[in-house]
């Protein structure tokens, strides 16, 4: 009877601490964006093409936006800043504290004469909610309207960015999970040709009042030179022209020409009377082909979003462009919404909303019915009024409420 007992105590003693610390191992933390950044080697920047790194502590900016703890890194790929001949494209990447709880990464195209160092209104946004961040400027860092060097490489580099950049989240940070694209203005007309490259990278895009592509601009501006009006299908849609917008797209024609039809300014042609159906054959075919000029043919998920009074991106590109969707049986993969109060860059405060019904469409199915905004309250999709066929009686009826 006492040797029973004395086994009993004795196994009462030893075993419970043993299997306290197996679990103890077992439930280890993982390591956090700070304490990878920390153990980065000179040796894994450089492989990455790192040109500047820095951890960045939480803030609050001068517009009351809050910025957590996050890792930065400024680099390039696909060239050589020495080499003028192979300029690279250049971008800055922001890995939040906490991303690797979602791993969603959101690309960015810069907007207008803006590079990759470029502060968008909607970055604090995205880090807050865990969601990596890059800003890419695909543009060959050259400061002006339109550098027309890198004109027929916008879309494929910015499709080149994730297959740049998520390897590298992958191998040091986390699993990169979903990879979206955003961008306005110029930044939504890149996006809008990358979306039709068939290997592109990413799981959806947010276009936000793009000029659409760059044949648009050729062909339209001329128009708005003579009369000082936006062009449309309908007069309702129509907009004055301002001084500081007709100077802005002359400088934009002015520059294309000089690229890609040079002998029209020799001859002495003047901007508002440029027609490019009555030019050499080389200048159209170029003008038509799919590196400058959309199909509508898209091969991923796209939100697109137009203000009706967005002079510089007004609505009939954005009615024209859900056109060629339709004409290429792609409208279950574009969502096309109209905003009645919206200028110019406006619509960035909404953005975040946009992202989110993109994610849950592409994620989970969802259709994206409404986009809940600032300015208009609730924008009813084309589908949510039975207009999903006719963009320009969807714009005519937000016009008109």
């Known amino acids: 009877m006492k040797v029973r007992v004395f086994v009993i105590i004795v196994a009462i003693l030893i075993v419970p601490p043993f299997a306290s610390r197996n679990f103890e191992t077992a439930a280890k ?7 990878v950044y920390m153990a980065l080697t000179q040796q894994d920047l450089d492989d990455f093409n790192v040109i500047s790194s820095r951890w960045v502590e939480a803030f609050i900016d001068e517009y009351d936006r809050q910025w957590p703890d996050h890792a930065e890194f400024v680099g390039f790929f696909a060239g050589e800043p020495s080499d003028p001949e192979k300029m690279p494209t250049f971008f800055t990447l922001r890995i939040p504290e906490g991303w690797e709880m979602n791993g969603r990464v959101i690309y960015e195209q ?34 002006g309207f339109l550098p027309p060097n890198s004109l027929e490489k ?22 990169v999970t979903y990879t979206y694209a955003h961008g306005w203005s110029r930044g939504g007309q890149v996006l809008n040709l990358a979306a039709e490259d068939k290997g592109t990278p990413f799981d959806g895009l947010l276009a936000w009042e793009s000029g659409k592509d760059w044949k648009t601009v050729v062909i339209e501006s001329p128009h708005i030179l003579r009369t000082w009006w ?6 309702k849609l129509e907009r004055a022209m301002t001084y500081s917008r007709i100077v802005s797209l ?33 200048v159209q075919n170029y003008f038509n082909s799919k590196k400058v000029a959309t ?17 510089a991106s007004y609505s009939k590109k954005g009615i024209d ?3 060629e969707v339709l004409a290429q049986n792609k409208q279950d993969d574009v969502r096309l919404y109209m905003g009645k109060s919206y200028t110019h860059l406006t619509i960035a405060q909404d953005l975040v909303n946009g992202m989110k019904l993109l994610q849950d469409w592409v994620e989970n199915g969802i259709e994206p019915g409404v986009l809940t905004t600032v300015m208009d309250g ?18 005519l009826t937000i016009n008109n409420q």
């Open 110 to 143: 810069a907007a207008g004469v803006n590079d990759h160092t470029w502060i968008s209104r909607a970055i604090a946004n995205f880090l807050s909610i865990g969601q990596t961040h890059i800003m890419v400027n695909t543009f060959d860092l050259v400061k």
């Open 230 to 235: 936006t062009p449309a299908d309908d007069p």
């Open 29 to 35: 933390e993982p390591l956090s964006i700070f304490d």
């Open 321 to 323: 462009y859900f056109k």
């Open 154 to 175: 916008m879309s494929k580099r910015m499709n080149q960015a994730p297959r740049h950049i998520n390897p590298f989240l992958n191998s040091k940070f986390g699993n």
């Open 295 to 311: 199909t509508g043919n898209v091969a991923t998920k796209e939100i697109l979003f137009w203000g009706l009074d967005d002079l």
């Open 250 to 282: 002359a400088q934009n024609l002015g520059l294309l020409i000089m690229k890609c039809d040079p002998a029209y300014l020799v001859e002495g042609g003047t901007l508002e009377n440029y027609d490019l159906s009555i030019r050499p054959q080389d």
């Open 378 to 395: 609730d924008i009813q999709h084309s589908r949510s009024m039975e207009l999903e066929n006719d963009p320009l009686q969807y714009a």
